[in-house]
């Protein structure tokens, strides 16, 4: 088996491996489940309240702490990867990721269900760096390479898409838990397939684990990650405050003790790279609009339009096929034109997709919605894959998990973000909506929470009066969701302005490499 440890020559560096797009078809798998398994709880959550009855603050937990816990240990994981072997980390992961989703499937409490989630998210975090690390090692050619990324990234971009589709079909046809049961039957093969096709690769001078770095990066992320998540549902509060302040301590903390360590888990000097920089910035916002695109129409269509949540899922698949044909086809493109082309384009055409719905209306039909889907789904599957690209061969082969994980948790943060910067949008234009004169104050108040909760406590009243307060709230949603949308729209087309300068003569590598 050869690993990075045994400097192969040249020649032999160049031979295609065989079995490799076999063993790819594997790692994307992979890749697509934890993406599926960020967005396919949000269907779930009003099967699981019916069975485990969590509070309210549970409730979140339980939704929140998966991604939580993969942005705070992905740059911990794409080190520990480069240390102890890319492949070892990801069977190990593999085999995780499959024992703890049958937890998840089987908890009986509130906090059992907080716990199983956390613990899917470290094996989550095992996966995502390993599997992009372990492709630069499976295509020498940079052509090949291209394309294997271009599949990692479709996957990876469609995963948020594809998500409620998945959900919808199991929930309309089987119990809560069987969305994590699917994760078995992959990981299985997952297994089978890596063990005997995917080559070992590692750092052959790795250093030490600095097991105080970890500790930083996750308290960081966490912090960041939960004080814009916090942000969006319940405005800026004291323990919003508190956990921005401890998040950016933890960040700053960890970026002053990689600079004096001698093996950095990260090295930050990466990023004087400007198209490495550039790169990460396009790569963060082109997820962004996607996911918060996904998220609020995904509400959209349910909550306002009626759909049923398959249905729902399918009216977002234009997405999912847009990110995986692009992704397919990004590093053809930038061969033939240039990076700062097709990924500037991309960012363009999300932003443009998102100024579009700043028309969108209750009763806006689905053809625009669908092409709207249809654009953000190749625009961020052509900046991301290339993006991602970029970001793999800018750095040696001995720091590829950690360059990969960088990218995974850029990843992590712009869905993040995504929901959470429009969210805040949409809920504080949401919640001003005024009440129908003769409900009651308690209604009121739930109505306000959200749009799910308006629905919800109209039930209580009667025909003519709940009419009036449903489609108060959703009108007060669609206006929240046009202003996200444009606001969202000048995000990404500022950042395609600045991609195209900050990837000026960045290039994809040509022919194999020597």
Known sequence: MTTETVRPDSHTEGVRRPGRWLALAALVLAVLLVAVDATVLGLATP????DLKPTGTQLLWIGDVYSFVIAGLLVSMGSLGDRIGRKKLLLIGAAAFGAVSVLNAYATTPEMMIAARALLGVAGAT????????????????????????????MASAGAAVGPVVGGFLLEHFWWGSVFLINLPVMAVLVVIGAKLIPESKN???????LPSVALSLVGMIGVVYAIKELASHGFTLDVAAALLLGVAGLGGFVRRQL???????????????????????????????????FFLSQFFQLVQGRQPLEAGLAELPAAVGAVTAGLLAGRAARRFSVRVVAAGGLAAVGLALAVLTAIGQHTGYPLLGASLLVVGVGAGLSFTVTADVILSSVPKEQAGAASAVSETAYELGAALGIAVLGSIVTGVYRGFATPAGVPSDIASAAHDSLGGAVEASGALDPARAGELVHAAQEAFVDGLRIAA??????????????????????LADGVEH
């Open 204 to 210: 052959p001078d790795p250093g030490p684990w600095d």
């Open 260 to 294: 004096t360590l001698k093996s950095p888990l990260l090295d930050m000097r990466l990023f004087r790279n400007r198209g490495f920089s550039g790169a990460v910035l396009a790569d963060l916002l082109a997820v962004l609009g996607l996911s918060g695109l996904v």
């Open 47 to 50: 099967f699981l309240s019916e």
């Open 486 to 507: 444009g606001a969202g729209a000048a995000v990404l087309l500022a950042t395609a302005v600045a991609a195209w300068f900050l990837l000026k003569n960045q290039k």
């Open 127 to 154: 996966l995502m760096p390993s599997t992009l690390a372990l492709i630069r090692n499976l295509f020498h050619d940079p052509r090949e390479r291209s394309l294997a990324i271009g599949v990692w990234g479709a």
